[in-house]
């Protein structure tokens, strides 16, 4: 009698499970393919970097600064009355964005600052492309919006840019 008792329990149990394999409990989540990042108008530059930054899944990102640029980069912090932006190591691929407003009288010094730091960039992965890098540094773009000079070297640079203009006054 308890092999028997003990045979349903089993049984009972293996149907439960089967059937319970057969009903989905959770819904699995889709994958975000979607970069698209609506940034409006009135957020400032640091809040676009975040939004943008939020879908990079590079590690080794780091703030760029004054300091930092001049750095990492050996270029003279008195070109940038403003840097703003975000650029990575090196040891996992390239996601970088650097903004950049000049001083006052230094525009065009300021912007073969940012063609030293893409030049620098496209030597770096010249030798160690990791992840396309090699490619996103040579293609990096630089164009101006307003009074800042935006360097770009990262994957959909196209709609970054857009997003980039829809925080910072043309």
């Known amino acids: 009698m308890r092999k028997l008792i003990l ?3 089993v049984l009972l149990t293996v149907v439960l499970f089967i059937f319970q394999g057969f009903r989905q409990s959770y819904p699995i989540p889709e994958a975000v393919t979607d970069t698209e990042i609506f940034v409006s108008s009135g957020e400032d530059i640091n809040d676009a970097l975040d939004a943008i930054y939020f879908n990079v899944s590079i590690m080794g990102v780091r703030e760029a600064t004054v300091d930092s640029i001049a750095e990492d980069f050996s ?7 403003e840097v703003y932006g975000r650029y990575t190591d090196g040891r996992f691929g390239i996601a970088d964005i ?3 407003r000049p001083a006052a009288g230094e525009e065009a010094a300021a912007r073969d600052a940012l063609i030293t730091i893409r030049t620098s960039r496209t030597s770096l992965f010249h030798n160690y492309d990791i992840y396309g890098a090699s490619e996103l540094a040579s293609g990096g773009t630089i164009y101006s919006r307003g009074d800042y000079l935006i360097l770009l070297m990262i994957e959909n640079s196209d709609t970054i840019r857009e997003q980039l203009d829809r925080s910072i006054p043309a």
């Open 7 to 9: 045979a349903v329990a």
């Open 98 to 100: 650097i903004i950049v």
């Open 75 to 81: 270029v003279d912090p008195a070109l940038f009355a």
